[in-house]
C-alpha cells in the first residue's frame, strides 16, 4: 500500500516537472520568436527610414546600393509593406512642401493605396479606422466613395476618422453627414473638425440653419461652433431663436454665438430673455455682459447682484463688475459689511480673486 502510494506521487512528480518544463520552453520559444520578429522590424525600420530619406534630399545614387536592392525585393512582403506605408504617414505629419511631395509620390510609386484599402474592407474596427487614416494623410481621393459609407459606422472610432477624412477631401461639403446622424458628436470630435475647417471656407451658410434644426443637441452646438467660426451674421436670428432650446448646453452656446455676432439690440434681447432661462444660461449671460461697458448693462448687473435670490448668480454679477472696473461699488459693500453681510462676502471674495 505505501509503496503504491509513493510510486503514485513519484508519477505525478515527474508529470508536474514535465509541464513545467514544456510550459518553460514554450516561453522560451515565444520570447525568441518576439525578440526576433522585433530584431527584424528594427532593420526595416532602418531600411524604410533610410529610403525615406534618401528620397527627400534626392540622392541619385541611392537606387544603385545593395540596401536599396534588398528594399525592392522585400516589398512582396505585405507585412513589410505595411510597416512602409505606416512610416509614410508618421513622415507625412513631419513634413510640407516638397518633402511631403516627394513622400506622396513614393507612395504612389510603390502602390501602397492597396494596402490601405484592404484595411477599410477589414472587419476589424482598428484596422479600417487605420486605413481611413492612411488614405486620408495620404490625400488618396479616389477613395472617397468608400470613405463615404464609413461616415455612419456603427464604430464611434470609424465613423469620427470616416468625417475627417471627408473635411478633408471635400472642404465644407464635408460635413453633409450632420444632416443624417443621430448620434451625440463629442466636444473632441467637434474640436477636430473645427481645427479641420482652419482654412476652408464655408460654401452654403443654408446648410447650418438647417443643422441648427437637428434634434441632436451636439450637432445644434456644432453649428452654433460654425456660425462663430464664419462670422455668420446673416443667420443671427436663427441662433436667437436656438435660445429657446430644450437643452441647456444648446443655450448656453447659443448665448457665446449671439454675443460673438453681437449687434445693437443683443444684449437687450438677453436682458428681456433672462428671467425666463435656466440658472446655467443666465450665469452664462452675467458672464458675457463683461465684453460691453454700456451704462444699461452695469445697471442690470448691479441689479442681479443686489435682488437676485441666487447668490451664484450675485458671485457672477459681481465678477463682471468688476471687470468693467465697478470696484468702487463692489468696495462699497466691503467698506460697510453692516448693510449686508452675504453681499459683503461676496464683493471682498471678487476683490481677492480680480487681485
Known sequence: MIEGNVHYYVIT????????????????????KEHRRKKKEARWLLMIDQKISS??????????TQDSIVFEALLSNRKFRELFLWRLVQA??????SAQTQILELFQRYELKNEALRKILSSKDYAITQGVQELRSMNVQSALPQIQKLATHRSTLVRQEAQLALVHFKGFEGLNFLSEINWNISKWHQLRLSLALNEVKMSDPSKIEL??????????????????????????????????????????????T????????TFTELINTFPSLPEP???????????????????????Q??????????????????????R??????????SQDSLHSKLAKHTLDLAS
Open 328 to 337: 468702487p461699488f463692489l468696495e462699497n459693500y466691503v467698506l460697510n459689511p
Open 211 to 256: 443643422w441648427l434644426k437637428s434634434t441632436q443637441p451636439s450637432v445644434v452646438i456644432f453649428s452654433l461652433e460654425l456660425m462663430r467660426k464664419y462670422q455668420t451674421l446673416s443667420l443671427y436670428d436663427k441662433a436667437l431663436a436656438v435660445l429657446m432650446h430644450s437643452d441647456i448646453e444648446v443655450q448656453i452656446q447659443a448665448v457665446r
Open 55 to 64: 528620397v527627400i534630399i534626392q540622392d541619385p545614387e541611392e537606387s544603385e
Open 281 to 303: 444660461v443666465q450665469k452664462t449671460i452675467l458672464a458675457e455682459m463683461a465684453v460691453t461697458n454700456e451704462p444699461e448693462i452695469k445697471d442690470f448687473l448691479k441689479f
Open 92 to 97: 507625412e505629419k513631419k513634413f510640407a512642401g
Open 258 to 265: 449671439l454675443v460673438y455676432l453681437e449687434n445693437d439690440s
Open 305 to 326: 447682484f443686489t435682488h437676485n435670490p441666487s447668490s451664484a448668480l450675485q458671485l457672477e454679477a459681481a465678477k463682471s463688475l468688476e471687470r468693467l472696473g465697478e
Open 13 to 32: 512528480f515527474f508529470t508536474i516537472l514535465v509541464l513545467v518544463a514544456i510550459l518553460i520552453a514554450l516561453v522560451v520559444a515565444k520570447s525568441i
